[in-house]
């Protein structure tokens, strides 16, 4: 999520665009900084036995967070506040059932157009219902109960808040200043983020290497010695329900990402990324990855199906409205064009500063909650559980 008007370039959502190298049944990926998304830890992540605590189903606030907060103990605890409010907002609508670790740092980022950055801390490789191999935010996979598990990262979500910005909290019941942002609202969004509200695809293979960007491609999947064998594009969940339109003809992300996995022969070995990106590039499958840049700049061409049976059931679009690409902007947030004025609103990329969220939800349509229709069906259709949606889809482990 960016800022409107003289913030016009207020950077919100940095999010983790960027896992370059393995991912693997044995191998996660963690992001220990969302802002600095070139910086990625592959981990071993060997089968662990489920010894999840139960967690009272009463529990109003699921979210566990560990501040890191250097400013004054006032601020540290208007903080604490409002992550804790985000986090009871967040456990009314979904059916959580267990704790999502926070790692939430508050500290001048030194960028002044930054607003923070969350992400999750650890992506999991699970397989979906239909057999495919997508990488899952480990704040879900935790919900999922599985009886075995690949090891967890100790936090659910890195979150990053830049202490050198304006901000306004609902707590000190005073006015907005029109050039304040409200802080709460910011951190439901980049919760969200966090629990996994993030597509695969990104421009990070040719920003990797200072080119300008042409397409975009899901995640590749690195393994083998040293990391260098090519094992495959790969999905987030999220991207399972994408759909991109290009001269009226729909295709699935997935469908996009297998014609991808042709471009280079799996198991290749490659030195370096350049080397990488130069075959994919020359291959007659890099059509896709500019037929995406395409949809992904190109108003109402990118759209999110929920998952049958979600509370749900109009196809959702995604901003695509961002021209040039925007990474961090553009796919993973609901269209702003179709959804600033409705109950969707905290998912669309930007905010405007001097609103508050309860004048956004009023603007909405007065909704009785923040997270609106659209992005609970989203959420739903990932594999949360909701009261509405009692059953989700459950991805597979095996060790
Ligand atoms: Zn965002």
């Known amino acids: 999520m960016k800022s409107q008007s003289i913030y016009s370039s207020l950077l919100l959502c940095i999010l983790t665009f960027t896992h370059f190298l393995t991912i693997t049944a044995e191998r996660c990926v963690d992001i220990p900084d969302p802002l600095n998304p070139s910086k990625q830890v592959i981990v071993d992540c060997p089968p662990t036995v489920n010894s999840d605590a139960y967690v009272k189903r009463q529990t109003t606030n699921f979210f566990e967070v560990t501040h890191n907060c250097t400013a004054t103990a006032a601020l540290c605890n208007k903080i604490k506040e409002a992550f804790n409010d985000a986090g009871k907002e967040i456990s009314k609508v979904l059916e959580l059932k267990q704790i999502i670790k926070v790692n939430a740092t508050f500290t001048d ?5 930054l607003l923070g950055s969350a992400g999750p801390a650890r992506y999991i490789p699970l397989t979906s219902d239909d057999k495919i191999i997508r990488s899952y935010p480990q704040a879900l996979v935790k919900q999922f109960s599985l009886s075995t598990h690949p090891e967890y990262n100790d936090y659910d979500i890195t ?3 830049n202490a050198a910005q304006n901000w306004w909290f609902r707590t000190d019941n005073g006015t907005i200043g029109s050039d304040q942002y409200d802080f709460y609202a910011v951190i439901l969004h980049e919760l969200i983020h966090g629990l996994g509200f993030i597509s695969s695809w990104s421009n990070l293979l040719e920003t990797l290497v200072d080119q300008d960007t042409t397409g975009l491609t899901p995640f590749p999947d690195f393994g083998g010695d040293n ?5 495959g594009f790969l ?4 991207d399972k329900y994408v759909k991109f339109t290009r001269n009226g003809v729909v295709s699935t992300s997935t469908d996009y990402t297998s014609q991808l996995n042709e471009s280079v022969p799996i198991g290749t070995s490659f030195d370096t990324v350049e080397e990488f990106l ?3 590039k020359s291959s007659p499958q890099w059509e896709i990855a500019e037929f995406t840049l395409e949809s992904a700049t190109t108003n109402d061409s990118l759209t999110f199906t929920p998952a049958e049976g979600t509370s749900y059931k109009e196809v959702i679009y995604l901003e695509s409205g961002l021209y040039p690409y925007d990474q961090g902007s553009s796919i993973s947030h609901v269209s702003e064009k179709h959804y600033e004025l409705t109950p969707d609103f905290l998912m669309t990329w930007s905010q405007d500063p001097g609103i508050t969220l309860e004048f956004a939800i009023q603007r909405g349509g007065n909704h009785s909650s923040p ?7 989203i959420l739903e259709s990932m594999g949360y559980e909701t009261e509405s949606f009692p059953n989700p889809i459950i991805p597979t482990y095996e060790p």
């Not at 990391?227 to 094992?231: A, M, R, V």
């Open 371 to 377: 997270i609106g229709p659209r992005i609970l069906s």
């Open 159 to 161: 979150a990053r808040l």
């Open 109 to 113: 980022l030194i960028n002044p157009f």
């Open 235 to 238: 999905e987030n969940i999220f």
């Open 278 to 280: 130069a075959r994919v």
């Open 227 to 231: 990391d260098s064998q090519f094992e």
